[in-house]
């Protein structure tokens, strides 16, 4: 079973993100689950989204406590929120940021591989939400895709498109986008 | 749910087996005669009657048909009194019961 | 075999349908005007009726299992759910294609002026396609007479002791129901039987809301010989303490005006309720009936069909 | 057909491959999403029923009475508050034994404010005359709605049934669901025809005043209804799993025919004891997990089989009877003989206070102590 936390702010889709990200796994036969920590969420807040992907039926039912993955929508939190915690050693962390991974150095925990994408440059080009507030969740999961290849692009396309009501072409070319511009 | 139904009109429900699943009636409250409520009774004095039939509209219960002239029930009448007060011949006279 | 019978001709007339519904053997006081107004409505509704009842006193009328005085299916609900049950049993009906069946919510005062007043009211604002009848007997009488909101200024009750009196108005439930802009309200008063069944015919060829405040004497609670129900509830019109009138899609029509409208003290006097009450408060009780008579004149004049819109 | 759905959406899915007829439900979170996709699906002519839009939960649950009672399928749902305000109404529909199926996402009761994961809402509906049934997962909670109305409807039970799912960890969790076909549900589920019920050809009073004389032997009644609803549950799940492939009890045991150790518990937290028991069995512990699905009609027998074998056990509640202990600790105490199993009741989780796999495992640990206690305190700060 692959354990995948989300970090993202509220208004950015982290919770969205976790839940098409599941669907992808889905559509290749997987077992999933899908669900927001669950707090009052409001604009700008910090939001945490987990998602399960595995072979078999999935019986547990409490948060994400030592992820394989950690998918992070805004690169603020990197320092705001003691993320890394319980990452587990030789685990990912994908970063939606301009920087290079060598700006996000992380202690303890070994083998840690970082994939940086400008997934929020990418988002506003495909018209995903505003310059202040883009909407990088479908983006950043071709990025997931490419770093950890927990689920093929094509599905993760095919998820977005099934389930985006608004611009769901443009959402799923902008999780391609990411995918090829991965920096890993 | 087939009640059994006495010749008195009231419902046999004396085992548990009788009973429904839940209270549903099974009967009428017709075999329920009110007549021990009565301490006066209207009499209708046939001669005064002018067949409007006012009486009749008026009983609460209703225990008086109309007809010519109309009929008390006594099996039912309560005796509220409501017939004689309203009757504009003053034809239903009050006696008193079990006197 | 009288002349009548065998000519087929009677020598007399009725003025409501002569078909029994409501059986007799019920359980309601001597002289009840609730037994009465059930008695007219089924009358008027006719068999293919089904009420839902709270608590009330028509809890009791009905009888006890395994029996019912009502003739129609009744489904006897919980306090505050006349009007909620009766919106569930219309859904069904119409999903079930019964839609020559009337439900009809048939509450006392209290179940209606107090805790059946959100359940009325969301059913209202739905516009759920029910006969919300209450007949107002002034007071909690079925746990024994105890004051609600439909009691009047000056009443006694057993939680408004004569030392202690109602004070203040009866709740206006017509202008509440008015304001929901459903498309039919009306009053009605069981010494007016023609005009009680008309409305609640007219009100079965409406669809949506439609509610009838019935006006209901109870010996019992209002200390008066059983036999003077009619008088009082005729003498509480005449005396304009309880106006007949409609209120159609928002225009208002009196159905009775009283050129010499009797004293309010004659009213009272007939009741017990009222006997503790000084000169000066039945004057007071006086002036506020005419303000009210006033006031719905008004109305009338402003909302009703000669307005002309 | 599978599809990733919340609790929420496969509740909704539930009462639409149901053909429920009639729906009043009134929003509260977590619940509000299964509203939603009703309002959706009916507006879209998806479900053919009526939505009554009520004004309150009282209202939902007075409405879905009259619908049922006037011979129409119905569902409601809702949380917590919701609950309790339809209280009266709760023990109005057992005593009328109406089989109206409720989802109820388990919620803890305010004050303090809490949208969180908490049963102490359900269980204290325990004396209406309800069937309760918690769920461990999404797949669960739709299978359960249709065998719930079933079962339900079934002579002899007439009962309504409370479905239970965990606010959060089911309302807003993604999972796959099955929702099978709907000539193979229709063919499970048959439409409505209650033998009695409001109709103007056969006029009748429900629930009238009822004299000590009888109101006694309807109280039986109903105790003889649960009775032949343990029987049915048992027939019907067996009867699921041969028509869909997935078979259901008043309980499911895992790994318990060599436990030396069992945790009895209910909802999502038996999922996660079950891994919390194969992690063990990993390291040499024969752990196993008893799961509750119905608190009523409650399993006496699958307990005391089960729990007769054991050493020690622990029932794990996500609720609390204040002044006593959990209360599936105490239902699982008053069954077992004295010569039982050494019993301990475990409280966690209130409030969706998250229950881990090494809180479970640090409970089938503490088990083997033997040093039972009935009321211990999971995680409370010190």
């Known amino acids: 079973m692959i354990e995948i936390r989300f970090h993202g702010r509220g208004g950015q889709g982290a919770v969205k993100g976790s839940d098409l990200l599941a669907m992808a796994a889905f559509r290749e036969g997987k077992q999933v689950q899908a669900f927001p920590f669950f707090g009052v969420e409001r604009r700008g807040a910090p939001v945490t989204a987990y998602t399960r992907i595995s072979d078999d039926v999935i019986r547990i039912h409490c948060f994400i406590y030592e992820p394989d993955v950690l998918v992070v929508l805004d690169p603020g939190l990197m320092s705001a929120v003691p993320l890394t915690d319980g990452l587990k050693p030789g685990g990912t962390i994908v970063i939606n940021t301009t920087l290079d991974k060598s700006a996000f150095p992380v202690t303890g925990i070994p083998d840690v591989k970082i994939a940086t994408v400008d997934c929020s440059s990418i988002a506003l080009r495909y018209g995903l939400g505003t310059p202040e507030a883009p909407i990088v969740n479908t983006t950043i999961l071709g990025a997931v895709a490419r770093a950890t290849g927990v689920v093929s692009i094509d599905s993760v396309a095919d998820a977005i498109r099934e389930r985006i009501p608004n611009k769901p072409d443009l959402n799923a070319q902008a999780a391609r986008d990411a995918y090829d511009r991965l920096h890993g | ?99 | 075999m009288n002349a009548a019978e065998t000519t087929g001709k009677r020598p007399f007339r009725l003025t409501l349908p002569e078909e029994e519904i409501l059986s007799p053997g019920h359980l309601a006081c001597q002289g009840c005007g609730a037994a009465m107004a059930m008695r007219y409505a089924l009358k008027a509704l006719g068999r293919n009726t089904i009420l839902s009842i709270p608590a009330c006193c028509w809890a009791v009328i009905d009888g006890p299992f395994p029996y019912s005085a009502a003739g129609v299916p009744v489904f006897h609900c919980a306090f505050e759910t006349a009007a909620s049950t009766a919106a569930g049993i219309t859904h069904a009906l119409s999903r079930l294609g019964r839609e020559d069946v009337t439900t009809v919510a048939w509450a006392g005062d209290g179940g209606t002026f107090d805790i059946g007043l959100q359940a009325l009211s969301g059913a209202a604002e739905r516009n759920d396609n029910i006969i919300y009848v209450v007949y107002d007997n002034e007071a909690y009488m079925n746990t024994g007479i105890q004051r609600s909101s439909a009691t009047p200024h000056g009443a006694w009750t057993t939680t408004t002791p004569t030392l202690q009196f109602k004070k203040g108005p009866k709740k206006n439930i017509m202008e509440i129901m008015v304001a929901h802009s459903i498309p039919y309200a009306a009053t009605a008063n069981i010494a007016y039987p023609e005009d009680l069944v008309k409305k609640l015919r007219k009100a079965q060829s409406i669809r949506g809301m439609r509610f009838l405040h019935v006006y209901a004497p109870c010996p019992t609670g209002w200390k008066h010989a059983p036999g003077l129900t009619v008088k009082i509830a005729r003498m509480a019109t005449e005396c304009n303490v309880f106006p007949i009138y409609e209120v159609e899609e928002g225009v208002y029509t009196l159905n009775r005006r009283n050129p010499t409208p009797v004293p309010v003290a004659e009213y009272l006097k007939m009741q017990g309720r009222f006997h503790h009450l000084r000169e000066e408060d039945v004057q007071f009780i006086q002036s506020r009936v005419d303000r009210d008579w006033q006031r719905l004149i008004k109305l009338e004049q402003a909302f009703g069909k000669a307005a002309g819109t | 057909m599978k599809k990733v759905l919340t609790g929420n959406f496969a509740a909704a899915y539930a009462a639409v491959a149901a053909r429920v007829q009639v729906i009043s439900a009134y929003p509260i979170t977590p619940q509000t999403t299964i509203v939603e996709i009703l309002s959706e699906l009916v507006a879209r002519g998806e479900l053919a029923a009526d939505f009554i839009k009520v004004e309150s939960e009282h209202s939902a649950l007075a409405a879905c009475i009259g619908a049922q009672a006037a011979g129409a399928r119905t569902f409601t749902a809702t949380s917590a508050q919701g609950l309790a305000l339809m209280h009266e109404l709760i023990h109005w529909t057992g005593r009328a034994r109406l089989p109206i199926v409720l989802a109820n996402v388990n919620r803890a009761m305010a004050p303090g404010w809490s949208i969180w994961a908490d049963a102490t809402d359900a269980v204290s509906e325990r004396d209406t005359g309800w069937m309760q049934i918690y769920c461990e997962d999404n797949q669960e909670v739709f299978d359960s709605i249709l065998m719930a109305y079933r079962i339900g409807e079934r002579e002899g039970v007439l009962l309504p049934t409370l479905v239970n799912l965990d606010a959060f960890f089911l309302s807003h969790t993604s999972q796959v669901v099955d929702l099978y076909d709907a000539e193979r549900i229709d063919a499970f589920l048959p439409p409505y025809r209650p033998a009695v019920k409001l109709d103007v050809a056969d006029p009748r009073s429900f629930g009238a005043l009822t004299s000590p004389d009888y109101y006694y032997e309807f109280s039986f009644k109903i105790q003889k209804a649960h009775e032949a609803a343990a029987q049915a549950i048992t027939e019907t799940g067996k009867e699921f799993g041969t028509l869909f492939g997935r078979s259901y009890g008043l309980t499911e045991a895992y790994r318990c025919e060599d436990a030396e150790v069992v945790l009895v518990t209910y909802g999502t937290i038996a999922g996660t004891a079950k891994v919390a028991a194969d992690r063990l069995r990993n390291r040499g512990v024969r752990a196993g997990v008893l799961k509750i699905r119905y608190f009523r009609p409650f399993p006496a027998e699958d307990v005391v089989r089960i729990l007769g074998r054991v050493k020690a056990a622990g029932v794990v509640d996500r609720a609390v009877s204040y002044g006593q202990a959990g209360p599936f600790y105490t239902e699982t105490r008053s069954v077992l003989p004295g010569a039982g199993p050494a019993l301990t009741g475990f409280i966690a989780g209130l409030g969706g206070r998250d229950v881990s796999v090494a809180d479970l495992e640090s409970m089938f640990l503490q088990l083997r102590e033997g040093k039972p206690s009935p009321l211990v305190w999971i995680g409370v700060k010190p």
Request: aromatic share 4%; hydrophobic share 30%; net charge positive.
């Open chain 2, 1 to 99: 749910m087939k009640p059994k139904i006495r010749k008195d009109g009231t419902v046999a429900v004396e085992k548990t087996g009788d009973l429904p699943d839940m209270p549903v009636s099974m009967g009428s409250m017709k075999s329920n005669k009110t007549a021990s409520w009565r301490s006066i009774r209207p009499v209708i004095v046939e001669a005064r009657c002018k067949r409007c039939m006012i009486c009749w509209k008026v009983c609460p219960e209703p225990a008086i048909r109309p007809g010519d002239p109309p009929v008390v029930d006594l099996d039912y009448c309560k005796g509220c009194g409501i017939c004689i007060a309203e009757c504009p011949f003053d034809a239903i006279d009050s006696e008193k019961e079990g006197k």
